[in-house]
């Protein structure tokens, strides 16, 4: 390290530099903190105003659905009969019906054989749902374990599947079809297989193929309904069953609109919508102390206010039974909350079921016109984005300014040791010059007495 001896001078000449130094630092050090500080504070102020947005825009999305807002809710007299599942087409009523029989796969089963027996080799046939494929049974795979992966390895084979039942030392080929219903019944033709020591003989009908089959009423005036699976979809508007057995008892679906799931959903938007508002009011306030990091910020406010334009414009068209967040049963509080009027919200469930759904969540609703306006703050795109990446930009701007000062300061450092050098190798020089006069002087003295 380079240092600078005050010997000649009697000065601290090192503190001296340092000083001089930390004077010039000091201004400059002092607005760079002051900037990084506040570009810091902005940045993170950012970062929970678009966490909070995050979470709304999530929220909302979640909402942005019909059926979310017009959900039914079903009750079945007997479970074990059948399951239900219902979508907001469906229509309140009651549905009673009997399921007659369930939907089956066919199923056969071959004789039993020694499991080395050969069946013979050449051409299997099968048939279902009017399409065919053949099998070629050549000699040495000529058992039923070949004929098995024969059937299932077939590239034309998209109906039937095939396993062995091992009984003792005795096989069984069974044949099942991949689909239910009376169309899927499985034909089979083994003449063309010869040579061999075993024969499959006539198979069994383990399981007949059959549709499902429920009946609305009883008598001559029943309405009989089929299908080739076991799940009736749209069976009636809406309405989609799961039969699980049948019985000679009937059962009974009852619809009913799920208002206190509607309650549930608006409840969720009106406090997720309050806890945003907490965010803002956090960031943008000035409580005559102390102000939010975002306070007078003109993009926030502008945000904000946009919201809370969605809020107070009018819905739909003229006669629409919901044209304001009142009609739906919301009310904005004194300071920009929203709370919940249960008792207009449930006239309006009780008036306008299917309606108000429509009002909140239809392509011109209250929740895509919010989603909108968060799509262009939000996203890798979005306005809060791009503030983001300014304000790091900044910050690294800021880290490149401090390794320039460092710089400036290396050379202004050496500047100063480079002039207490010279001024102590002056005063070295003068000090030299001293004594060869004060010596000279001392000697004329002495020569003179």
Known sequence: MFSVSGLYSGLDVNSLVTALVNAERAPTESRLNRSEEAYRVELSAVASLKSSLESFQSQIESLNSV???????????????????????????????????????????????ADDASIGSGTAIFTVNGETFSVTIAAGSDTLTGLRDAINSSADNNSIQAVIINDSDQQRLMLTSRESG?????????????????????????????DAMIAFGSGASAITVTSPDNTLENLVDGVTIDLKASSSNSVTLDVTLDKDGV???????????????????????????SAGA??????????????????????????????????????????????????RLDDALNRNFDELASALADDSGLMARLEERLAGFLGTDGALADREKRINESLSDINDDRADLELRLERTQSYYQQQFLAME??????????????NNLTSINSNNQ
């Open 67 to 113: 059926n979310g807002f017009s959900p039914r809710a079903f009750n079945i007299s007997d479970e074990t009969l059948i399951g239900a599942s219902v979508t907001s087409s469906a229509a309140q009523g009651s549905y009673t019906f009997t399921v007659e029989q369930m939907a089956n796969r066919h199923q056969l089963a071959s004789q039993a054989i």
């Open 182 to 210: 009376a169309d899927y019944a499985i034909s089979s033709d083994f003449s063309g297989l010869t040579g061999g020591t075993a024969a499959l003989g006539a198979f069994t009908e383990l399981q007949s193929a059959q």
């Open 263 to 289: 309650k549930t959903s608006i409840q969720s938007f009106v406090d997720t919508w309050n806890t945003l508002k907490t965010t803002f009011d956090q960031l943008t306030d000035y409580n005559g102390v």
């Open 294 to 343: 975002l306070n007078g910020d003109a993009q926030t406010r502008l945000l904000e206010s946009q919201l809370r334009r969605e809020l107070s414009q009018l819905f739909g068209d003229d006669g629409d039974p919901f044209r304001t967040l009142g009609d739906l049963g919301l009310k904005t509080t004194g300071t920009g909350e929203l709370s919940i009027d249960n008792s």
């Open 425 to 438: 190798n002056l005063l070295a020089s003068l000090n030299g010059t001293s004594q060869w006069l004060t």
